[in-house]
C-alpha cells in the first residue's frame, strides 16, 4: 500500500501548495467579512474604501528600501542599463503598464525600461496557464533581452512565491544585474532571491487571495515611485516638471507648451519660436530661453551635462554674460 505524507494527501492533490498559501497573509481568510456579500453596496463600498485607505501606510514603512532600491537603479541606467519588470498575472501587469508609460511621459527609448509577463503579451488579456510556475521561462526571456550588469530587474509577486518572479531575479543576479524583489508578504522567497527586497505588507484581501486589490495597489503606488524617482535622478525632469515629455498628440502638444510657459514665464510668441528653434523639444526650447542660446547650442549643452537641465543652465550662465 503506498503512503501519503500529510501535505499530499487531499483528494486534489495540492495539498502542499494549500498548506504553503495559508501561510501567506495575502491569502488569509477574514471571517469578519464572511457576510460581506448580505450588506448594502454602499456599506461594502465604505469597507473596501477603508481598506484601500491603509495601503499607503504600509508602503512607508519600506521607503528607505524603496530609495536605497532607486538610487542603485538610477546608477545603473546612468551608465546605459536598463530597467526591466518581471511577473505574472496583475502583478505582470502592473510591470508592463508602468514600462509602458515612461516612453511618452520621459521621453525615454522603448528599450530602456521593459515589462516582462510570464506567458508574453497575449497574457496581459489572456491567462496563460502555467507560465507563472517557470522559472526556465523568466530566465529565457531575460537572455532573449541580452541581460547585462548594468541592467535592473524588478521581479513582482503579491505572495512572493511565483516562480517566474523568482526565477527572473535568480538569473539577473546570477548575471551581476541589480535585483529588486517586489512582494506584499514578509520574509518571502523573492525577497531572499533579491540584493534588494522590497516587502508591503498590506495585510489579507477584501476577497480571499484577490491580490489586484490591496496588494496590487501597493505594488502600483511602488512601481510609480521607482520610475519617477529613478526619471528624476537622470534629469528627465526639471523641478516637477516633465520637461522630457514625447509630444505625440494634441494633448500632449498642448502640455509641451504649458510645461515652456511654467518654467520660463515667456510669452506664446517666445514660446513658439524655442519650439520652432529646437524641433519641438521642451528641454531644449527652456534652455533656449533661460540660458539665452540658440537651439544647436541648447542640444551641445544638454549632451554635455548627460540631459540635466539645471547643470546645463549653469554651463550656459557665462556664455550669457
Known amino acids: 500500500m503506498t503512503s501519503l505524507t500529510d501535505a499530499d494527501a487531499t483528494p486534489d492533490g495540492y495539498g502542499e501548495l494549500r498548506a504553503q498559501l495559508a501561510t501567506l497573509t495575502t491569502e488569509a481568510f477574514r471571517p469578519e ?23 499607503p501606510a504600509a508602503v512607508a514603512e519600506r521607503l528607505p528600501q524603496i530609495a536605497a532600491a532607486i538610487d542603485g537603479t538610477a546608477e545603473r541606467m546612468a551608465r546605459g ?53 517557470s522559472k526556465e521561462l523568466a530566465a529565457a526571456d531575460l537572455e532573449a533581452l541580452k541581460l547585462t550588469a548594468d541592467d535592473t530587474v524588478v521581479g513582482i509577486s503579491a505572495s512572493g512565491r511565483t516562480p517566474y518572479a523568482i526565477g527572473a531575479v535568480e538569473h539577473a543576479r546570477a548575471k551581476g544585474a541589480l535585483t529588486l524583489g517586489l512582494s506584499c508578504n514578509a520574509d518571502s522567497a523573492l525577497g531572499a532571491a533579491a540584493e534588494h527586497p522590497i516587502e508591503v505588507v498590506v495585510g489579507p484581501e477584501l476577497l480571499t487571495g484577490s491580490t489586484r486589490l490591496k496588494a496590487g495597489t501597493a505594488q502600483k503606488l511602488v512601481l510609480n515611485m521607482i520610475s519617477t524617482i529613478t526619471m528624476i535622478r537622470l534629469g528627465k525632469t526639471y523641478g516637477n516638471l516633465m520637461v522630457d515629455v514625447r509630444a505625440s498628440n494634441e494633448k500632449l ?12 514665464g515667456a510669452s506664446d510668441e517666445e514660446i513658439e519660436t524655442a519650439l520652432a528653434a529646437t524641433d519641438g523639444e521642451v528641454k531644449n526650447a527652456i534652455l533656449t530661453i533661460l540660458g539665452q542660446v540658440d537651439g544647436p547650442t541648447a542640444a551641445a549643452l544638454l549632451t554635455e551635462s548627460n540631459g540635466h537641465l539645471r547643470a546645463a543652465l549653469a554651463a550656459a550662465a557665462p556664455r550669457t554674460t
Open 81 to 133: 542599463g536598463r530597467l526591466i519588470y518581471a511577473g505574472a498575472g496583475t502583478a505582470g501587469r502592473l510591470g508592463v503598464l508602468d514600462a509602458s508609460e515612461c516612453p511618452p511621459t520621459f521621453n525615454t527609448d522603448p528599450a530602456d525600461v521593459i515589462g516582462l509577463i510570464a506567458g508574453g503579451p497575449s497574457a496581459m488579456v489572456t491567462a496563460v496557464e502555467g507560465a507563472e510556475d
Open 33 to 55: 467579512l464572511a457576510d460581506i456579500d448580505r450588506l448594502a453596496t454602499a456599506e461594502i463600498a465604505r469597507i473596501m474604501n477603508g481598506e484601500d485607505q491603509t495601503v
Open 253 to 264: 502638444r498642448a502640455r509641451s507648451r504649458r510645461i515652456v510657459a511654467l518654467a520660463t
